[in-house]
């Protein structure tokens, strides 16, 4: 059977894995040690699941796959930040982004994941939005960027059993919200206990404001974080920065996180991008007070990291600094991103791979 065909056990979840365990005659348990082997030990080859008697194993190679993507190539930055070319089974690939939380190397991650091949939503600061959109990852492609993520770790670390990455961010390439489904049901298996056992709050969903599905997610009794890329507090400045406010103008989009916040009685965060000289003058800062004051929320300002071929600029420090403390005066909860892997272009809003 070619790889193709095979069956991808990868993003399936623990009763997906006993069913197909059944479906070859096995005992269901057999699933369960499955499950193990994927989440908990990284392991793809069927060969390595030793608790599995051989001619099962056998059996389940000529059968079914799993598919933890490649890494291609890994550039690490001065400050410990490691961004992975990713290649998915179809040869597309994606980047990942491991951030450490403390300057201690060998202590926990924040792993920035993709959850599209490219981004269809061409958001005018974002190298993603420059290239071509191809196609939505599926669930066992965004699993498998933290799976591939850590067995690259391990590879380093003297003790391999400790937790190392504790916290997802959907904020590398794509939008996670126009890949609704595969993006659920990737948080689903992240959050198993018996498996990658990610804490739903260490779970953030990042999106530039697909409405419709703000309201969905609302319905979905998750405790996952959910940060809007809003980058401009003007519906005219934002048709520029931000292509999809035309489809959900600020008024739609802002009733949508109310909505949201109502429902799950959580805090969102509101991502804005400091744009030299474009969106950070005190009547932007007025503009984005008024907005987010009525709503449980934070706001996190970036300044902008550069992107060749872009024509838009780093502010200078003294701006950022104003910025934050007119938003401080106004009463607003507001924090300055400190930047990660800038000299590899990983950090925000520079992540992009040609098309192949
Ligand atoms: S900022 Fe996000 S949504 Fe906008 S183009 Fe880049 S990847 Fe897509």
Known sequence: MNSIDKIELLGMNMEELENFAASLGQPRFRGRQLHRWIYVKDTSSFYEMSDIPREIRQQLDERARVSIPRVLKQRVASDGTRKFLMEMYDKKRVETVLIPQSANLSGRYTLCVSSQVGCPLRCAFC????????????????????????????????????????????????????????????????????????????????????AAAIKRLAEENLQVTLAISLHAASDQLRNELVPINKKYP???????????????????????ILLDGVNIS??????????????????????????????????????????YNWLNAAGLN???????????EAACGQLAVKPN
């Open 127 to 210: 190298a993603t939005g420059q290239g071509v959109f191809q196609r939505n990852l599926y669930t066992h492609e965004i699993v498998g960027q933290l799976l591939g993520s850590r067995r690259e770790l391990k590879r380093r670390l003297k003790n391999p059993e400790e937790p190392l990455i504790t916290n997802v961010v959907f904020m590398g390439m794509g939008e996670p919200l126009l890949n609704y489904n595969e993006v659920i049901r990737a948080i689903r298996i992240l959050n198993d206990p018996r498996g990658i056992q990610l804490g739903q709050r260490h779970i953030t969903i990042s999106t530039c404001g697909e």
């Open 334 to 344: 507001v924090s300055v991103r400190e930047e990660h892997g800038v000299d590899i």
């Open 250 to 272: 600020l008024q739609t989009l802002m009733a949508a996180v109310k909505t949201y916040t109502e429902k799950t009685g959580r805090r969102v965060t509101f991502e804005y």
């Open 282 to 323: 005190r009547k932007d800062a007025e503009n984005l007070a008024k907005l987010v004051k009525p709503l449980l929320a934070n706001v996190n300002l970036i300044p902008y990291n550069e992107v060749d071929g872009l024509n838009y600029r780093k502010p200078q420090p003294q701006d950022v600094t104003a910025f």
